[in-house]
């Protein structure tokens, strides 16, 4: 089998209402689709996103890894990505081009599971078709408290089991009003995350996490910049609440870092940033060695794929920006999120969107 062709389509995609977190106010990101056709007529789609240049990811696909993969065995996976990583090195230490390989490489395995007939979880020996999901996209941090307790008892509606809200308001007391509103109108009938994005200095970190653990908080991400692992080994080791990190790292050694120094307690690899599937695995293989969880950022349709293929995968996260662009929206039950049962990743765009490729 030969790669024939290699086609891309960028789209900014509206997030169907104002996003906001200590770091950034957005509605919309944008999407970079990849379609990859063969010579035997099995195609691959991939993706990726960016929240803004993504005309800089498009044109990385379309004027370097294109030749890379055009003409070549689309099912030398490893072989085809160790060479997009080697064409792009001086750019693959954060951003446009870790975006890029990514969607290439989603889509070499969508293929590969076509060719195996077989939904991508179960091409990686997951053995679960469903995780539990937790809810991002009601806790924003222009909420105001009530607003958060009444999404938070909507979402109980609806059987979340799990709800993360963005914290690093001014003052602590800010903070606490708002989670304090959501545990008086749910009381412990859902699992409560919070998120700062990265807004406090080491002791201020140290400060909120130590008055959020009153909470029952199962998690506390991003409290600190991701640059000094330093900085999050102090943190961890200072607060009883697990800290979470990933989001915004690209590589697989500095994942392998924070796990070997304890500076987080929950990994979060996002498979668009981290160069895709290929380099997703190997974080949570890793992980799963030395016994971390993993909870990814975002992009819940491919990650649980992902997620049900780790025992060491603990869920995913529900921010639902792309979910209007397929035909086939992730399923989502009771709290879990159900895998496609398709051949490869079986998510399909919208023929409006993916006809013109
Ligand atoms: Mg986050």
Redesign the pocket.
Known sequence: MKVQNLKTFFLNVSCGKLIS?SARVLDSIQLIIVKIETDEGVNGIGYTYTLRGGEGVKAIIDKELSKIVEGKNPLEIEDLWNKMCMSTDARTHGGTATNAIAAVDIALWDIMGKVERKPLYKLLNGKRNKVPIYD?DSGWLHYTPQELAENAVNLLEKGFKGFKIKVGKRTLEEDIERIKAVRDAIGDSLTLMV?A?QAFGVNEAIRRGRAYERYDIRWF??PTLDGDINDYVEIASALDIPVATG?WIYHRDIFQKLIQKKAADII?PDVCRVKGITEWIKIAKYAEEHETPVAP?FNMELHTHLVCAFSNAITVEHMPWLASLFKNPLKIKEGYAFAPEGEGHGIEFKDELIGIL
């Open positions: 977190d991002t998120d994005n991400e991003e989001e979060q950022h």
